[in-house]
């Protein structure tokens, strides 16, 4: 199981990204997958996830209405689209898979066992 995240950058106030996370050496749809965020000297926490199968879809209430996650199973491509960014939303961003994820459980980092590497978002005042 490998997952890369990729997209992040720089973005004023107000602006928009699109973060991707690439899944190889499993099939995507079985999994759940969420997106997490680390903010310096914070804590990392819950942005969005699918369940699997798309089952279900949560969003944290700092994003939710704002951000837009999307699952392309046939290029195993998880998205998450931000929209309105704020300064706030400034952090590294990880995406992480887990097979074995149960859906009350779905935006405990602790229930993923993979972890992609970060992807830095700046948004600027």
């Known amino acids: 199981v490998q997952l890369q995240a990729y997209g992040g950058g720089l973005v004023q106030a107000g602006g928009s990204l699109r973060l991707s996370c690439a899944a190889s050496?499993?099939?995507?749809?079985?999994?759940?997958i969420d997106w997490f965020r680390q903010a310096p000297g914070k804590a990392r926490e819950f942005v969005s996830g699918?369940?699997?199968?798309?089952?279900?879809?949560r969003y944290s209430d700092s994003v939710k209405g704002r951000f837009t996650i999307l699952r392309d199973n046939v290029k195993s491509t998880l998205y998450l689209q931000m929209d309105s960014l704020k300064p706030e939303d400034t952090a590294v961003y990880y995406c992480?898979?887990?097979?074995?994820?149960?859906?009350?459980?779905?935006?405990?980092?602790?229930?993923?066992?993979?972890w992609g590497q970060g992807t830095l978002v700046t948004v600027s005042s």
């Open positions: 699918i369940f699997r199968s798309g089952r279900a879809i």
């Open positions: 992480a898979a887990d097979r074995g994820v149960i859906l009350s459980a779905m935006t405990d980092q602790r229930q993923y066992d993979h």
């Open positions: 050496g499993f099939t995507a749809d079985y999994y759940a």
